[in-house]
């Protein structure tokens, strides 16, 4: 069974610090690479999606994935009070099955 | 406005008692998925359905059925329900493969 691991958190950074989240991935056969924000009692919502080894850059989000090392990050620029959520790492192999890390937890601190 | 939506949003139900989630998208979206969140564990894929008529299995799919007879309902079924169901459920649809996953508000499940 393929499997998702992430760095355990909770992560605390102080506003206007850069956050980094970590995430590999056992199934070489993963062709595509997300990150979902989920806010407390809510539900997960896509934040990144990337599909190609290198960086991805989207506002405040960087998301780098590096296929040889089965490795995708994401970092966070001038974090905010409203980045505290839990960021939750996700791959799809070829057989379409998302299968999704347990998450890691952030607190900005004001 | 686009969304997927469960329900019922909160349930407590009884072991044994057979019950339903339902779950519809108006996105005509061909990907529909059933997810278990519990403590420590993250999202786990409990069945998927690439199209009308067409379900698989995902990670954890002991105890679940599933059924998709139109393209935007996707209703979760617990025949027997146990205590170890109890978790949070949610349904998310997606366009197709490789693609953003939407979710609904998810549904609290707790089985006595």
């Known amino acids: 069974q393929k499997e998702v691991e992430q760095n355990s958190g909770p992560l605390s950074v102080p506003e206007g610090a850069i956050a980094s989240l970590n995430c590999t991935y056992s199934?070489?056969?993963?062709?595509?690479f997300f990150w979902y924000r989920q806010y407390s009692g809510k539900s997960p919502e896509l934040i990144m999606s990337?599909?190609?080894?290198g960086d991805k850059e989207d506002g405040r989000f960087t998301a780098q994935l590096n296929k040889a090392s089965q490795y995708v990050s994401l970092l966070i620029r001038d974090s905010q009070p409203s980045d505290s959520a839990t960021y939750l790492c996700a791959d799809e192999s070829n057989d379409y099955k998302l299968s999704f890390g347990a998450g890691t937890t952030v607190t900005v601190r004001a | 406005e686009a969304q997927v939506t469960q329900n019922p949003r909160y349930l407590i139900t009884v072991t044994g008692k057979k019950l339903t989630v339902t779950c519809s998208q108006n996105?005509?979206?061909?990907?529909m998925s059933w997810y278990r969140q519990d403590p420590g564990l993250g999202l786990r894929q409990i069945y998927y359905?690439?199209?009308?008529?067409?379900?698989d299995k995902g990670d954890v799919p002991e105890g679940y059925k599933v059924s998709r007879k139109e393209k935007r309902n996707f209703p979760l079924i617990l025949e027997s329900p146990s205590p170890n169901q109890t978790s949070l459920y949610f349904c998310a649809s997606n366009p197709g493969p490789n693609t953003e996953a939407f979710f609904g508000q998810g549904t609290r499940l707790t089985v006595v």
């Open positions: 996105m005509n979206h061909e990907y």
């Open positions: 990337i599909y190609s080894n």
């Open positions: 199934d070489r056969v993963s062709q595509s």
């Open positions: 359905s690439m199209n009308v008529e067409v379900t």
